[in-house]
């Protein structure tokens, strides 16, 4: 498995995903991939020199699986992220080297646009919590072991319109939300999913988003459905 990994505090996400990924009895090899052409401020450079390949290097691998994390360029339009050329070469490349490939958060809103033309849609507010969803085709074997409905969290500030993606008969949307609007989409057969939550969150990522935020700003919103009594002095629940 291959794993892109756009996020600013990279071994925050990676602990999120390998945690999950650790459950697995089969034995999974992994391959970090960072871009060229931008640079993480967040995280340091020996930890990513050590740890992340390039692109380049795995270019002519095959894989099981990618997953591509999300991004915080949620306002900025696709085009303008500084790394996007070399993202749609990387989407581009997954379609004959990847088995099945996972796009997260803002990567599921800029693979659906790449390669369908799906846009997406600024939020009047943060969509910001745990928000239940619910199975379409709940036959599917990635719903395998998931209960009638699930929870999952979200954190945006974008999101995708289902008329958009109804008409276009190589998409299927799999899983929505009431609240949180579609959730997960599939295409090809299996062979690409968009999630637009995040399910592999660790029970304490939005406190620590939220938190993060709010020592940035004063207009930070608590988490929806997240704190016990809705108290952030409370742990989740």
């Not at 995280?43 to 699986?65: A, C, L, Q, S």
């Not at 990567?107 to 928000?131: D, M, N, R, S, T």
């Not at 579609?182 to 968009?194: K, L």
């Amino acid at each position: 498995i291959a794993i892109l990994n756009l996020m600013p505090l990279k071994i925050m996400t990676e602990t999120d995903l390998l945690r999950l990924i650790s459950n697995t009895p089969l034995q999974v090899e992994l391959d970090f991939i960072d871009t060229d052409s931008h640079v993480s401020k967040n995280t340091p450079r020996e930890h990513i020199e050590t740890f992340y390949k390039k692109f380049e290097e795995v270019k002519h691998n095959n894989y099981d699986g990618l997953i591509i994390t999300g991004a915080p360029v949620e306002k900025v339009d696709f085009e303008e992220v500084d790394y996007w050329e070399e993202l749609t070469e990387i989407f581009a490349w997954a379609k004959k080297h990847v088995t099945s490939t996972l796009y997260i958060c803002w990567a599921a809103l800029a693979g659906l646009y790449y390669h369908y033309g799906i846009p997406k849609y600024p939020l009047a507010k943060k969509k910001f919590g745990v928000f239940l969803q619910k199975p379409l085709l709940p036959q599917l074997p990635i719903f395998r072991g998931f209960d009638d409905m699930f929870y999952m969290p979200h954190s945006r500030h974008t999101e995708l319109h289902s008329e958009d993606i109804l008409s276009n008969p190589a998409l299927t949307i799999i899983a929505d939300s009431d609240a949180a609007g579609v959730s997960i989409v599939m295409a090809r057969g299996g062979r690409e999913f968009f999630i637009t939550g995040h399910m592999e969150y660790s029970p304490n990522t939005l406190d620590k988003e939220y938190r993060r935020d709010k020592d940035i700003r004063d207009d930070v919103d608590l988490p929806e459905n997240y704190y016990t009594d809705n108290n952030p002095d409370n742990p989740p629940f």
